[in-house]
């Protein structure tokens, strides 16, 4: 799992867009920023600013999450895609230019984990929206 300060914003971004996803086991790893706090929900950590705080009453408080560290299987899963193979396949199209005779370029060279080019695919399929580098947000595309 991609732990880099970089996922982690781009998934604190993007958690405006697609906002939580249900753990899809019980051993999902989320792993909060640094200088921040996590709170247990359900079986995952949400990533949450040292100050954000909301009142649950009684006196209580809980972390106001701003953001989650996505799975792969939850990016898929919220695809809709009923045939494994077309997703697949609409992926590698997504990864991959033009087939060269003896290589394959790139579309994706500052992803460095599934975990991006998944969340990058998603981001663009779902809400036509790509990653930029220069202002670590996601914009229109």
Request: aromatic content about 12%; some cysteine; glycine content about 4%.
């Amino acid at each position: 799992m991609d732990k880099t300060p970089k996922y982690q914003k781009m998934c604190i971004e993007a958690f405006k867009d697609i906002g939580y996803i249900k753990p899809t086991t019980s051993s999902n790893l989320m792993i909060p920023a640094p200088n921040s706090i996590h709170s247990q929900q359900a079986d995952d950590f949400m990533l949450s600013f040292e100050d954000e705080f909301d009142n649950i009453g009684l006196g209580s408080t809980i972390a106001r999450p701003i953001g989650q560290l996505y799975q792969q299987d939850q990016l898929q899963g919220i695809m809709d895609y009923d045939n494994i193979y077309i997703l697949a396949s609409d992926f590698g199209d997504f990864v991959w230019e033009e087939p060269m005779p003896s290589h394959y370029i790139p579309r994706k060279p500052e992803c460095t984990s599934m975990e991006q080019l998944w969340l990058c695919f998603v981001m663009l399929e779902k809400y036509l929206k790509k990653w930029d580098e220069g202002e670590l947000k996601w914009t229109h595309s």
